[in-house]
């Protein structure tokens, strides 16, 4: 295992473990994870289905809490974190995405982006959102519904909400998964757009060898544990470890 | 099919029982105010039947008059008479009764007990006789001096008095004290509560308090052993042929008639309470079905897609909806007999009803299912049925946001609803058809249907914007979620909304009329009577008035310049055009079908003033007029312009009235006047009404003083005081007390009407919850999102108070508009029928209380769904689907 804990981490695992169930019954989804993820890079998170990542994500990004070990945003340990503590930490300081379903239908896209800034009373910094708007390409669309865009508009209208409040750390769980290839690497490449570009920290997950070539940094999990790690992969590469593991 | 329907209902339960409690209630006020009036009924039927169980026949003067609310006042009979009953054959006993309500009781705090609203309170004799004496001594013995008296047990406990007692009296000729020497009640041993308030004296001592001076209001008869109550009757009858005689059963019968007449009036007045609290609830039951099918049709769809017909998916639905209208029936029975037996007991502290649970009827338990089943089917199949005509791939990609808001058949059908609504209303108001008051309430509900249900959600939208875009400035988010929610749905929120426009309406109209009344009264009084003071009296009860030396002290008293008496009766017009009316009203022409002997020829019953026309007309402004009060001698009357005109008479002509005394006599028409002044239309001089009313109706009625300019008015009150001052039911008030005074029953009467609909809100609030939890479930994942980019718990419970409270605020609005609409339209009749009396007033401070009491209820409404949406595990929520 290379990874290891520093200082520039933006969030990271240590000893993380998430056990559902008890007895005979009882599932590992997480099995001592340490992992750290640096500052404006880009991460991907692959392995078999069932092997930990969405689980890992939730954790990472307060939406779950872990069963034994820690986890921490910036320099900020979440397991010490009262409930509305950790409600305050996702919506300042990290961004999610979900596979599907990431919009309130009643409001407007730009709305929809500005959501977790007007929850906290801020005020959106404008460049910054002209620059997220122009980058995700939808400033014709902003007072459209969600109902009223396409699958992969949706998406971007997520991702863009995910960054709007330049978040410490954006989590996203198979963003493309539901999007046709074309508008898949249009969001991937805003992805990696506003990392190289934009200085923004992004961990995804994603099954897909050639999404995960667009990332700085590739982890592999499998029945809760990190088996592997890959630096500036390429799909063939990945397909290759794929196999290898597997095996 | 049926197994899926009973599954569908197991994994629902928590919708299963939010619909379920809507149909319940309803139907436990329905059936609780069915069964109620049904008690009473029986009890009071029963109560009257034992008071007068020992008459055999009863004898009285043919002479009588009908007061209304079954109240009838009978020429009295001589005591002479008694002595004749007693010796025609058959007769065992026959005694001169005294019974009259001529006095009040005071309790040992110095009030008045009872209420005008309440039972009479009634002075009786003590009949020697254990079979002719009404109830039974309880405790104590009968009174044998003139300064004994006893009283009912429950009267006692509620005026504070024990055995022994010095207890006062107030009667015509002042306050008197009498010792309480015996307590008695009705049924076998005397624990019978009977209803009315029974003070009984010595004869002489009833007849002084009666103003029965050598009289007796019937002849009570007890039989010889095997004479029956047919052939005694007829005996008498014979012997005395100028009498009225009744058989016991007769009487018994006449008098249970009155008193259910009595019962009948309040229980419909519950049962409409029962009714709007149904149709509340129908619109609860209804719009629970529509969202809960609403968010089936997915499942629905699914179902249709893998091969179920449409036929078996409305199968299922209308199974469902069977099944929960007959749990949720039972139930609301269930609840409806506890809700009877609650009212019970308020009423058993009135009198004593029959004890045991409340039974139910029949027919209660028809209706209750026969509704409950009903509304709840018909509430299920129709949303199912368009959710069905839905083709299946289009259901199953549904999202949960209504875009059916404003059809083009939406806006015909309100339309076509509001103006056959308005037709009906006008018709209704303008007394035409046989029945206006049903075509008033088919006009209203129409009308409310159209705006609320119709029309609503083509409003309910733009409203709830409208209504947060205050608060939605800069960067506030929960408002504009609210507003969001609330407009996504607008079927959902006005059909919601609709069940406290109803209560709101009834409210609002009932407010601004009763506010209107209250300004025209204080302005009638203001503009017409130029008193200073005014001696009133505060009990209703006929033979209760001021005494008749009041005016004459009153007029000794410095400073005072004229003091003018005003008396009370009623009295016949058996005139062409009277008679034609009496027979023209069925319920006029049928009535008292028992009193065949009674002497009263046809016609219509009203009311008169005795008074006393040189101060009179000083005092009041009756605006123009024909003749003058110095035409107002003995024989002569002076009649409002309008009535004369209604009747075609002239000043000179002669005019047939019928008094209880005297008979038929013909009046002279003197004077005629513009305005009826403190309500009196047909004015007699003293003269006139002395000779022909009965010696009850000999009492003022109210005395107005006015004082000299510039004299001290303080000192004035103070000897007018001074004047009544034995007599607690009599005060002087000064014209705003007095025009307050006017109104002050009517608070009472407003108390219990908004304390009833306040019912019909709570069941509102109750749908209001409903569509919350539902929509909160349906919008688990949403919320579950919210939560994950960071919305607080409490910002979470916020954007649903606030969904609540705009839904809760816009069924306000429109009850609002809706009952100044109806309340307008009201009070456009009345000014028509008497010009520029009746003052429209908006109580502008009530209605914003309303509207905050809503917006507030909104917020009760709303706790529990907000604490159950804030609670949603933020992870599972986010995965639902
Ligand atoms: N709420 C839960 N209760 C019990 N077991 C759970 C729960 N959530 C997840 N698991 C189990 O934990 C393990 C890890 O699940 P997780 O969702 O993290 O997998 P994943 O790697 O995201 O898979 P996929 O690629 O299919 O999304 C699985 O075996 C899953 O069945
Ligand atoms: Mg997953």
């Avoid at chain 2, 009267?155 to 306050?175: E, N």
């Amino acid at each position: 295992m290379s990874s290891s804990v520093t200082q520039t981490a933006a969030a990271g695992s240590i000893e993380a473990s998430k056990i559902y169930g008890e007895g005979d019954t009882e599932i590992r989804a997480l099995d001592g994870v340490t992992v750290s993820f640096e500052q404006s890079r880009f991460t991907a998170i692959m392995g078999p289905s069932g092997s930990g990542k969405s689980t890992l994500m939730h954790c990472l990004a307060g939406l779950d809490r872990l069963s034994a070990g820690r986890v921490f945003i910036g320099d900020t340990y979440l397991d010490d974190l009262s409930e509305s503590q950790l409600t305050e930490l996702r919506r300042d300081k990290i961004g999610f995405v979900f596979q599907a379903f990431n919009l309130i239908p009643t409001l407007s896209a730009e709305e929809n982006i500005t959501l977790p800034m007007d929850l906290a009373g801020r005020k959106p910094n404008k460049e910054w959102m002209d620059t997220v708007i122009d980058t995700v390409g939808l400033r014709t669309r902003l007072d459209h519904r969600p109902s009223e865009l396409s699958g992969g508009q949706q998406q971007r209208v997520a991702v863009a909400r995910a960054l709007a409040s330049q978040p410490q750390i954006v989590f996203a769980d198979e963003p493309t998964g539901n999007l046709d290839s074309r508008s898949g690497t249009d969001l991937l490449d805003f992805m990696r757009h506003a990392v190289s570009d934009l200085g923004q920290t992004i961990v995804m997950v994603t099954h897909d060898p050639s999404a995960a070539a667009h990332s700085d940094r590739v982890i592999f999990l499998a029945d809760g544990k990190i088996r592997d790690e890959m630096i500036e992969p390429t799909a063939d590469r990945v397909l290759d470890l794929m196999k290898q593991l597997g095996d | 099919m049926f197994k899926v329907a009973l599954k569908d209902i197991l994994a629902r339960k928590r919708r299963l029982v939010t619909t379920g409690l809507a149909i319940i209630l309803g139907i436990a006020f329905l059936t609780g105010t069915q069964v109620l009036s049904g008690v009473l009924k029986d009890s009071i039927e029963s109560l009257v039947g034992t008071a007068y169980e020992g008459f055999d026949a009863v004898v009285r003067s043919p002479e009588e008059q009908d007061l209304g609310f079954g109240q009838q006042i009978r020429s009295p009979i001589p005591e002479g008479l008694v002595q004749q009953v007693d010796q025609v054959s058959g007769v065992r006993k026959a005694l001169g009764v005294v019974e009259t309500t001529s006095a009040q009781l005071v309790g040992t705090n110095g009030k008045i007990v009872g209420s005008n609203f309440g039972p009479p309170t009634i002075v009786y004799n003590w009949l020697d006789d254990p079979q002719l004496q009404v109830g039974v001594l309880k405790e104590g013995h009968k009174p044998a001096e003139a300064t004994e008296m006893v009283l009912d047990f429950t009267s006692a406990t509620d005026a504070g008095y024990k055995l022994g007692d010095q207890v006062t009296v107030s009667a015509q000729t002042g306050s008197e004290k009498f010792t309480l020497v015996g307590l008695m009640g009705l049924g076998e041993d005397g624990t019978l509560a009977g209803g009315a308030k029974m003070m009984l004296f010595t004869t002489p001592t009833a007849q002084r308090l009666g103003q029965l001076p050598a009289e007796f209001n019937y002849i009570a008869v007890a039989a010889e052993e095997g004479t029956s109550q047919e052939v005694l009757a007829n005996a008498i009858a014979a012997a005395l042929p100028d009498t009225q005689v009744l058989t016991g059963a007769e009487f018994t019968t006449e008098n249970q008639k009155s008193v259910s007449q009595f019962v009948d009036i309040l229980s419909t007045f519950v049962s409409v309470f029962g009714y709007v609290a149904l149709f509340v609830a129908c619109f609860i039951i209804y719009n629970t079905f529509s969202i809960l099918v609403a968010q089936r049709t997915r499942e629905t769809a699914l179902l249709r897609a893998i091969g179920a017909k449409r036929k078996q998916v409305l199968l299922s639905i209308v199974l469902e909806a069977v099944l929960v209208g007959l749990v949720a029936s039972v139930l609301g029975l269930v609840g409806g007999v506890a809700l009877a037996w609650v009212l019970k007991a308020f009423v058993g502290t009135l009198f004593t009803v029959q004890s045991g649970l409340p039974t139910l009827t029949a027919s209660a338990i028809a209706t209750a299912f026969i509704v409950g089943i009903g509304v709840t089917v018909l509430s299920g199949l129709v949303p199912a049925w368009r959710s069905t005509k839905v083709p299946p791939i289009a259901a199953l990609s549904e999202v949960s946001v209504d875009r059916a808001g404003v059809s083009r058949s939406r806006i015909i059908w309100g339309t076509l609803f509001l103006l056959g609504g308005s037709a009906l209303l006008a018709l209704g108001l303008a007394d035409a058809g046989p029945n206006p008051l049903v075509l008033f309430g088919l006009g209203a509900v129409l009308f409310l249907v159209s705006v609320a249900v119709i029309l609503g959600p083509l409003i309910a939208a733009p409203f709830s914007r409208l209504l947060v875009w205050p608060f939605t400035r800069g960067t506030a988010i929960t408002p504009r979620l609210a507003g969001e929610n609330a407009a996504r749905n607008p079927r959902r929120t006005a059909a919601t909304a609709a069940a406290l426009t109803i209560g709101v309406t009834l409210v609002t109209l009932i407010a601004v009329m009763a506010s209107s009344i209250k300004a025209s009264v204080e302005s009638t009084v203001n503009s017409t009577i130029s008193a200073d003071f005014v001696i009133n009296s505060s009990t209703f009860s006929i033979g209760t008035g001021i005494p008749t030396s009041a005016v004459v002290e009153a007029r000794a008293v410095p400073g005072v310049a004229l003091a003018s008496p005003v008396r009370f009766a009623p009295f016949r017009l058996t005139d062409a055009y009277s008679q034609q009316q009496a027979a023209a009203d069925p319920a006029k022409a049928q009535k008292n079908p028992l009193g065949a002997g009674d002497a009263a020829p046809p016609g219509e019953d009203t009311f008169m003033l005795g008074i006393e026309p040189q101060s009179y007309f000083e005092i009041n402004d009756v605006g123009n007029t024909q003749g003058t009060p110095k035409d107002l001698t003995a024989g002569t009357f002076a009649v409002e312009l309008k009535e004369a005109d209604k009747h075609g008479w002239n000043v000179g002509d002669k005019v047939p009235v019928y008094f209880a005394k005297t008979g038929v006599q013909e009046l002279i028409l003197a004077m005629t006047f513009d305005q009826s002044s403190g309500g009196g239309s047909y004015l007699l001089p003293l003269e006139t009404f002395e000779a022909n009313t009965l010696a009850l109706f000999n009492t003022d009625f109210i005395v107005y003083v006015k004082a000299e300019p510039g004299a001290d008015l303080p000192a004035i009150r103070k000897q007018l005081d001074a004047i009544v001052a034995d007599s607690p039911a009599i005060s002087v008030q000064d014209l705003g007390e007095y025009a307050d005074a006017q109104t002050a029953p009517f608070d009472t009467f407003l108390a219990v009407v908004y304390g009833l609909l306040g019912l019909a809100v709570i069941i509102a609030l109750i749908g209001i919850a409903n569509t919350l939890s539902l929509s909160v479930l349906e919008r688990t994942r949403e919320l579950g999102l919210l939560r994950a980019v960071g919305m607080s718990r409490k910002q979470l419970r916020h954007t649903v108070i606030g969904e609540s409270m705009i839904i809760a605020v816009f069924g306000t609005a429109i009850g609002l508009i809706i009952g100044i609409i109806f309340s307008f339209a009201l009070s456009v009749v009345i000014s028509a029928d008497s010009p520029g009396i009746f003052k429209y007033t908006l109580p502008v401070g009530q209605l914003v209380i309303i509207t905050l009491v809503a917006a507030l209820a909104g917020v009760l409404a709303a706790l529990g769904p907000a604490w159950r949406a804030s609670r949603l595990d933020v992870l599972k929520a986010v995965s639902s689907v």
